[in-house]
């Protein structure tokens, strides 16, 4: 790179606020930098959630390839409560040395952008490290329903001058909130019915308590191949390996409506650059690697490598998105 194009770069970068910022130096680390006997020690990933579910599990595997790779112990702890702010400010009062890492979640950007009262501040508190892994959501109706496509679906919803009911897996979450954001960019009214996770969801509109839902699809799979759920649409920017069959609801007339939950590394701000770089580097790896690659789909979950301030950029972007949705949809998250 030469020297006029650095300071091009920097000066792009210093016009950019928030996260985008924290990962700027990081990012102009040279590929080749390495962090001089890092990991010399156990290194903690926490968790946001308990333990079992997909946030769990991911950063369990790679957990177990990092400590391989090391022959250091990457260990997770489990910090569930108050929708992930309890495992964020466990990170924000940590030692920016590397040992401890937040394997976050959707929320972390959620929460910002709803205004919810928290003991951090994301834009100062913590360095984006990346890579991430997201998490695709699915708009998916009872095979019985005449409703074939996402066209359909916008005509059935617009008729229900009551609102058309979607099954979610929570309040404030990914999927509550991209089906939000269906119902803005389609102009319908949306009753969003919150439950705990996403097998609940859909035992619910298995019963036809529910019109749809817009979540995850892992649990849904049996149902769909047994011919019991249809699947209308993915709200990804492209199709999915996780379900390649659907379609996105871009190539059904609807290129605004894109959200998934998704989970990503970041560290305590001031970390140190080549630290950041490496993790970076590495953990890219392991994700782009057969095995997690497979076990990943196997819970949903699409693994994308990318530098840290790719990451840094995503995290500003959900911020910026979601707190839109929330207003225009008059919602109060707690």
């Known amino acids: 790179m030469t020297t006029a194009n650095k300071i091009s770069r920097r000066a792009m970068l210093e016009r950019v606020p928030g996260l985008l910022l924290l990962a700027a130096a990081p990012a102009l680390v040279p590929l080749a930098a390495r962090a001089q006997g890092y990991p010399g020690r156990t290194v903690r990933l926490i968790s946001p959630y308990g333990p079992g579910g997909s946030n769990d ?9 990092l400590s391989r790779k090391y022959r250091q112990q990457f260990v997770v702890e489990n910090k569930p409560g108050a929708g992930t702010r309890v495992a964020n400010e466990t990170l924000a009062r940590a030692a920016p ?84 954001l269906f119902a803005v960019q389609a102009k319908f009214k949306a009753l969003n019915v919150h439950y705990r996770g996403d097998a609940t969801a859909y035992t619910e509109l298995l019963a036809g308590r529910v019109d749809a839902t817009l979540t995850a699809i892992t649990s849904a799979l049996p149902f769909i191949k047994a011919g019991q759920l249809r699947v209308l649409a993915v709200a990804s920017e492209q199709r999915t390996p996780v379900h390649p069959d659907a379609p996105t609801f871009a190539e059904q007339g609807y290129a605004g409506v894109t959200g998934y939950g998704w989970f990503g590394l970041i560290a305590p701000a001031g970390t140190p650059a080549a630290i950041v770089r490496q993790l970076n580097h590495d953990a890219s790896a392991v994700l782009a690697g057969a095995d997690v690659r497979n076990k ?6 699409q693994p994308e490598p990318g530098d840290s301030l790719a990451f840094a950029q995503f995290i ?6 979601w707190g839109a949705v929330i207003k225009t949809s008059g919602l109060v998250l707690e």
């Open 57 to 65: 599990t991911s950063v369990r595997l790679l957990a177990e390839a």
């Open 296 to 301: 990943l789909a196997a819970l949903g979950l």
């Open 316 to 321: 500003d972007t959900e911020v910026r998105k």
């Open 97 to 180: 040395d590397g040992y401890t890492l937040l394997w976050a979640a959707a929320p972390f950007a959620i929460n910002t952008a709803a205004g919810l009262p928290q003991q951090y501040d994301i834009h100062k508190d913590f360095v984006a490290v990346g890579p991430r892994v997201i998490g695709p959501v699915f708009l998916i109706v009872k095979a019985d329903s005449p409703v074939r496509s996402v066209a359909d679906f916008v005509r059935m919803a617009r008729a229900k001058a009551e609102g058309v009911t979607f099954a979610s897996p929570g309040a404030g979450s990914g999927p509550h909130l991209t089906a939000e």
